[in-house]
């Protein structure tokens, strides 16, 4: 299976600031997923990233909040923009690989803390 | 109503026992089954996917799907304290993208 690196893997920010989140697959994918887990709550998607197109977004979030970059089929960033307390939580990245019967692959995650 | 119910738990069991965590769902357009581990601190692995209903064995770990009572679940012989983690159940339609999680159930597996 693909090895994902994502970074950082833990911030603490200040209100207001924002962060950019990176994810590196070592192979090439078609799909990258942007995940948000609150504390204590499921896995939520936030975005579905696409390469060469803008990101499709789920209900509840949106670009100007959470700008999305997929300049390739190996890279995507996700940006916490104007942060805020609530926004507080650990972000993930996925990547599909059909090859493996629909097995979706997670990075370790970011563990963000807005102060 | 969510779409995927897991008890959080947190469930604590001695070494050595059968483990069964299970999810209920109301979506009858799910027709992959994921089962998820997750240690502290980590990103989620995928430890078991099946299609549709029925059962798929992988050393200790069962997984069971009834898509007539929307019910799955993953049972774990001979439980170790390394199993102690988070499993977080996920589905998937069959044309989707979109994984639906369960919130996870916390097993602890103590000596």
């Known amino acids: 299976s693909a090895v994902i690196s994502q970074k950082p893997s833990r911030d603490i920010c200040q209100r207001g600031t924002s962060l950019t989140i990176q994810c590196q697959v070592d192979?090439?994918?078609?799909?990258m997923f942007w995940y948000r887990q609150q504390p204590g709550q499921s896995l939520t998607l936030i975005a579905t990233?696409?390469?060469?197109?803008?990101?499709?977004?789920e209900s509840g979030f949106v670009i100007d909040k959470f700008p999305i970059s997929r300049p390739n089929l190996t890279f995507s960033t996700l940006t916490v923009s104007n942060m805020s307390p609530e926004d507080s939580s650990i972000y993930l990245c996925?990547?599909?690989?059909?090859?493996?019967?629909?097995?979706?692959?997670f990075g370790s995650g970011t563990r963000l803390t807005v102060v | 109503q969510k779409e995927v119910e897991q008890d959080p738990g947190p469930l604590s069991v001695p070494e050595g026992a059968i483990v069964s965590l299970n999810c209920t769902y109301s979506?009858?357009?799910?027709?992959?089954f994921m089962w998820y581990r997750q240690y502290s601190r980590k990103g989620p692995e995928l430890l078991m996917y099946?299609?549709?209903?029925g059962n798929k064995e992988d050393g200790r770990f069962t997984a069971q799907v009834d898509k007539s009572s929307k019910y799955i679940s993953l049972f774990i012989r001979d439980s170790q304290p390394s199993d102690s983690a988070t499993y977080l159940c996920?589905?998937?339609?069959?044309?989707?993208?979109?994984?639906?999680f369960g919130t996870g159930t916390q097993l602890k597996v103590e000596l």
């Open positions: 996925s990547v599909e690989f059909r090859e493996t019967n629909y097995g979706y692959t």
């Open positions: 192979s090439q994918v078609t799909m």
């Open positions: 990233a696409n390469q060469g197109s803008e990101a499709t977004y």
């Open positions: 979506n009858s357009a799910f027709q992959y």
């Open positions: 099946t299609y549709s209903s």
């Open positions: 996920a589905m998937l339609t069959g044309g989707g993208n979109k994984l639906t």
